[in-house]
């Protein structure tokens, strides 16, 4: 922010595989991440934050950064690795968090100076004040989950160059299921929490654009809390996509309410097409 005095500098990273920056980049479902515009609303006054968002910036390896943290998934934690060699080589202490971490934090400490284990708004005030004072943990463990009741909202001006706008929250966190093939058990013991719904509307009205994303791990785990939200947003008339589980194809209600509030389109997880491949 212009005229803001700093005394230390953030470089945050949302890493992506090869692989993913060549697919995303070139495909028009390019929807901004959370993860990091997220913690960077936790960050104090007095540390300079920017992001690097790779599917849409370059690194940069060129800046006196204070402290670069990195979030990546299992197909972006080799690369992730590598980008955290070339930092350290140049002195500046990295951390590393997200689902990767979060699932195999051993692996990832020999990259890192301090990993992140679990969900990171809480931890993140206690890793800068470490970095203040040179003494880093190896590990920053969050046991319990944060309660979502009064979250910042995101700092969407870190995110650039997205074409699907800057508009990124989530209303509720968690799923209640256990499919194998996901991460979300393990990183969120199946626990569900929930934002105010006015808090979300309110956030809402505040956001750049006319679309958004809502990050939300199964936007339809609990029906009577989604239909409430659908019903509270649709006079704000905007377009958003979200994600959920196939059950909620058999709510019609669910589904008409959903449309009518502005959605355009739910992601869903399939562990394979074919049965046979599953026996």
Known sequence: MAGQSYTHWVELI??????????RHRRIIRFPQ????????????????THTDEIVQRVR????????AITANTA????????????????????IGGPHATLLPEEVARHA?????????PVWPNILQDCEQEQLAPFYRNDRLPDLKEMPAPRW????????GKGVTIATRGCPFACDYCSIPAMYQRQMRYRSIGEVVEEIRRMPGRALVFWDDNIGANRKYAKELFRAIAPLRRWWTSQATFDVAFDDEFLQLAA????????MGLESVSQKSLN
């Open 14 to 23: 949302t890493a992506e595989s090869a692989e993913s920056r060549f697919v």
């Open 34 to 49: 959370l993860t990091m515009p997220l913690i960077a609303a936790y960050t104090p006054a007095h540390w300079r934050v």
């Open 61 to 68: 390896f060129d800046r006196p950064f204070s402290l670069v």
């Open 76 to 95: 972006a934690a080799p690369h992730a690795y590598q980008l955290a060699a070339r930092y350290r080589d140049r002195g500046i202490p990295v951390v």
């Open 113 to 121: 100076d301090a990993v992140v284990v679990g969900e990171g708004e």
């Open 157 to 164: 001006d870190l995110i650039k160059g997205r074409v699907y």
């Open 260 to 267: 009518k509030s502005g959605c355009k389109a739910l992601f």
